[in-house]
């Protein structure tokens, strides 16, 4: 039951019951649809980029698991003001945590940060759940290699 | 409580009717004493697929290491030996289900290429551009998506029969469907996602009624009662092995002899032919004309096994075992706070599918994993069937001849956590 615990632990609970930023912002510039086919989860994700390629805004919707959901919520409060390069070093140094034990660390990441996204490294003891992890991030990542107001389906995205 | 299973909480006595003995069924499950997570494995998950009995395992390890040739070629001893395993597996699947002569039995690769066969096969022989197939809300997507394959290609027009919120299909509407371009009803027997089961005697009297024959799929059907095709008087009946305590890797499709002979070939190559020129060839009669290649060989012999194993434990018996068990795990989830039951349809098979308020199917099945329960989580393979209910997933606890009430008590008991865990 520890590692339950550890992946259900309250800040999670926290995220599913209030999720951060589950909104569609009409100004987005930047949009994606990721989708999970063996669980069918959906997400969407917006993200407003200015031209200096700094994030705005992002938000986003969609139904799926507590983990999916709460990854998504957790993901949107990281990215807010941050570059499209240090969402980038976010996004690999989060699958790192997701996947590995001795993770690589993006040594540009502060530590609150990190602290902040690993609550969700419980996740490494449940190999069937990662990609309910990093799905949400999988679709920024796919938002933000768009041009402007592209839209994009996603699926089968790999963990 | 059997060394073997370790099975926890199994009070005694309260598993078995007079004629049906759970723990020594269990006794015959290897499987069965495995851990996981260190709880004992508490598997509710026979609707994806059985577990095996050992004389299904030793039967077919035995042909491997007695009785092993190719068959329907050569002369010699181990082909005639292994020809006649393989078609006496073809005069038991013909047993099991009724039929009038092991020629009207095709095997295939599983449940899903059977289909597909008969979307292809059928498709050539007798639609066109603006003739309709009949399915339903409760099919799997294995007689959806070759349907739809057969739309690109000839035009067809495929129908959905409706189903009320609780599952149960809906007879009249169905028959509102059937109409002058019907040219063939398709529809489960039993719905692997909520347990429905159709009443499909009716349904192939209406279409009868209309000269449309009828395909049902009996993949939930086949583990859980006895079937036969006879009575149904159904023109096609599709299952697979592996959900009836048999191997992977076979499937069988049932088909009245004349229909399966009006047919086209599915697949060309080996075994399949009469004569073979580059000019022109030809075929030979079903059920070969469908077998194109080296067969499962011992797959049938495994297939074979399961049957004889579930003939000597009684389909009556272990419908009864399974009723019993269906009905209790319904009383004792719907006592844990947040469950939700999904498909109370009149008649059901021992599937039990459920929601919980606050809890995503896939938290439910990774909390359950952790008490050793295997439940399946997700859409089943039915996601038009989600969708009609509004659903992303369910979860699903489906019974088979080995479970127990104690069992059931583990999963409740689990799912109490769940609870405690979303609140």
Same mark, same amino acid.
């Given at each position: $039951?520890?590692?339950?615990?550890?992946?259900?632990?309250?800040?999670?609970?926290?995220?599913?019951?209030?999720?951060?930023?589950?909104?569609?912002?009409?100004?987005?510039?930047?949009?994606?649809?990721?989708?999970?086919?063996?669980?069918?989860?959906?997400?969407?994700?917006?993200?407003?980029?200015?031209?200096?390629?700094v994030?705005?805004?992002?938000?986003?919707?969609?139904?799926?698991?507590?983990?999916?959901?709460?990854?998504?919520?957790?993901?949107?409060?990281?990215? $807010?003001?941050?570059?499209?390069?240090?969402?980038?070093?976010?996004?690999?140094?989060?699958?790192? $945590?997701?996947?590995?034990?001795?993770?690589k660390?993006? /040594?540009?990441?502060?530590?609150?940060?990190?602290?902040?996204?690993r609550?969700?490294?419980?996740?490494?003891?449940?190999? $069937?759940?990662? /990609?309910?992890?990093?799905?949400?991030?999988?679709?920024?990542?796919?938002?933000?290699?768009? /041009?402007?107001?592209?839209?994009?389906?996603?699926?089968?995205?790999?963990? | 409580?059997?060394?073997?299973?370790?099975?926890?909480?199994?009070?005694?006595?309260?598993?078995?009717?007079l004629a049906?003995?759970?723990?020594?069924?269990?006794?015959?499950?290897?499987?069965?004493?495995?851990?996981?997570?260190?709880?004992?494995?508490?598997?509710?998950?026979?609707?994806?697929?059985?577990?095996?009995?050992?004389?299904?395992?030793?039967?077919?390890?035995?042909?491997?290491?007695?009785?092993?040739?190719?068959?329907?070629?050569?002369?010699?001893?181990m082909?005639q030996?292994?020809?006649?395993?393989?078609e006496g597996?073809?005069?038991?699947?013909?047993?099991f289900?009724?039929?009038?002569?092991?020629?009207?039995?095709?095997?295939?690769?599983?449940?899903?290429?059977?289909?597909?066969?008969?979307?292809?096969?059928?498709?050539?022989?007798?639609l066109?551009?603006?003739?309709?197939v009949?399915?339903?809300?409760?099919?799997?997507?294995?007689?959806?998506?070759?349907?739809?394959?057969?739309?690109?290609?000839?035009?067809?027009?495929?129908?959905?029969?409706?189903?009320?919120?609780?599952?149960?299909?809906?007879l009249?509407?169905?028959?509102?469907?059937?109409?002058?371009?019907t040219?063939?009803?398709?529809?489960?027997?039993?719905s692997?996602?909520?347990g429905?089961?159709?009443?499909v005697?009716?349904?192939?009297?209406?279409?009868?009624?209309r000269?449309?024959?009828?395909?049902?799929d009996?993949?939930?059907?086949?583990?859980?009662?006895?079937?036969?095709?006879?009575?149904?008087?159904?023109?096609?009946?599709?299952?697979?092995?592996?959900?009836?305590?048999?191997p992977?890797?076979?499937?069988?499709?049932?088909?009245?002899?004349?229909?399966?002979?009006?047919?086209p070939?599915?697949?060309?190559?080996?075994?399949?032919?009469?004569?073979?020129?580059?000019?022109?060839?030809?075929f030979k009669?079903?059920?070969?004309?469908?077998?194109?290649?080296?067969p499962?060989?011992?797959e049938?012999?495994?297939?074979?096994?399961?049957?004889?194993?579930?003939?000597?434990?009684?389909?009556?018996?272990?419908?009864?075992?399974?009723?019993?068990?269906?009905?209790?795990?319904?009383?004792?989830?719907?006592?844990?706070p947040?469950? @939700?039951?999904?498909?109370?349809? @009149?008649?059901?098979?021992?599937?039990?599918?459920?929601?919980?308020?606050?809890?995503?199917?896939?938290?439910?099945?990774?909390?359950?994993?952790?008490?050793g329960?295997?439940?399946?989580t997700?859409?089943?393979?039915?996601?038009?069937?989600?969708?009609?209910?509004?659903l992303?997933?369910?979860? @699903?606890?489906?019974?088979?001849?080995?479970?127990?009430?104690?069992?059931?008590?583990?999963?409740?008991?689990?799912?109490?956590?769940?609870?405690?865990?979303?609140g």
């Amino acid at each position: $039951m520890d590692d339950l615990r550890e992946l259900y632990q309250e800040v999670i609970l926290e995220h599913v019951k209030n999720p951060r930023n589950k909104r569609t912002p009409a100004d987005a510039n930047r949009h994606a649809h990721g989708h999970n086919p063996i669980c069918g989860d959906a997400v969407e994700v917006h993200l407003k980029i200015n031209g200096q390629g700094v994030i705005e805004d992002v938000a986003f919707e969609g139904r799926g698991c507590a983990i999916s959901v709460a990854s998504a919520s957790l993901m949107t409060e990281e990215l $807010m003001g941050k570059t499209e390069a240090q969402a980038k070093a976010l996004f690999e140094t989060f699958q790192e $945590m997701c996947t590995k034990d001795d993770a690589k660390i993006s /040594k540009d990441i502060d530590e609150d940060a990190l602290d902040r996204m690993r609550v969700l490294a419980g996740v490494r003891a449940f190999p $069937m759940r990662v /990609k309910c992890a990093t799905l949400a991030w999988h679709t920024m990542s796919t938002a933000m290699a768009q /041009k402007d107001e592209a839209t994009t389906e996603q699926d089968d995205i790999g963990a | 409580m059997s060394e073997a299973t370790g099975a926890a909480k199994i009070a005694p006595g309260d598993n078995s009717t007079l004629a049906f003995d759970v723990e020594r069924a269990r006794a015959d499950f290897p499987i069965l004493g495995q851990e996981v997570h260190g709880r004992p494995l508490v598997y509710l998950d026979s609707a994806a697929s059985a577990q095996k009995p050992r004389q299904v395992i030793d039967a077919m390890s035995h042909a491997y290491e007695t009785c092993y040739a190719n068959v329907n070629r050569g002369v010699h001893r181990m082909s005639q030996l292994t020809t006649d395993a393989f078609e006496g597996g073809r005069e038991k699947v013909a047993q099991f289900l009724n039929a009038g002569s092991a020629d009207e039995i095709v095997f295939t690769r599983n449940a899903t290429e059977a289909f597909n066969l008969i979307a292809s096969s059928f498709g050539r022989a007798h639609l066109g551009a603006g003739d309709e197939v009949v399915i339903s809300e409760l099919e799997h997507h294995a007689n959806i998506v070759p349907w739809q394959l057969v739309r690109e290609q000839l035009g067809i027009v495929l129908r959905v029969a409706p189903i009320d919120d609780a599952g149960n299909f809906l007879l009249e509407e169905f028959e509102a469907l059937l109409g002058p371009r019907t040219k063939l009803v398709a529809l489960t027997h039993v719905s692997n996602a909520l347990g429905t089961v159709v009443p499909v005697k009716q349904v192939i009297d209406l279409a009868h009624g209309r000269n449309i024959p009828v395909l049902l799929d009996g993949c939930q059907a086949t583990p859980h009662f006895a079937v036969d095709v006879r009575a149904l008087d159904v023109d096609f009946y599709i299952f697979t092995g592996h959900k009836v305590y048999g191997p992977t890797g076979i499937g069988a499709l049932y088909g009245k002899k004349d229909l399966l002979n009006a047919l086209p070939p599915y697949q060309g190559g080996g075994d399949m032919i009469a004569s073979v020129s580059f000019e022109k060839t030809t075929f030979k009669d079903a059920p070969h004309r469908f077998e194109a290649g080296t067969p499962p060989i011992v797959e049938v012999i495994g297939l074979s096994a399961a049957i004889d194993y579930i003939a000597a434990l009684g389909q009556e018996n272990i419908a009864a075992h399974e009723s019993g068990l269906r009905t209790y795990a319904e009383e004792r989830l719907a006592r844990v706070p947040g469950v @939700r039951l999904v498909g109370t349809a @009149r008649e059901k098979a021992s599937i039990v599918s459920f929601v919980m308020d606050n809890a995503h199917p896939h938290d439910i099945g990774t909390i359950v994993d952790r008490a050793g329960v295997a439940v399946r989580t997700g859409h089943h393979c039915a996601q038009p069937l989600m969708q009609r209910l509004d659903l992303a997933a369910t979860a @699903r606890a489906s019974f088979g001849l080995y479970n127990t009430r104690g069992e059931v008590e583990t999963l409740a008991e689990a799912l109490e956590s769940v609870s405690e865990i979303f609140g």
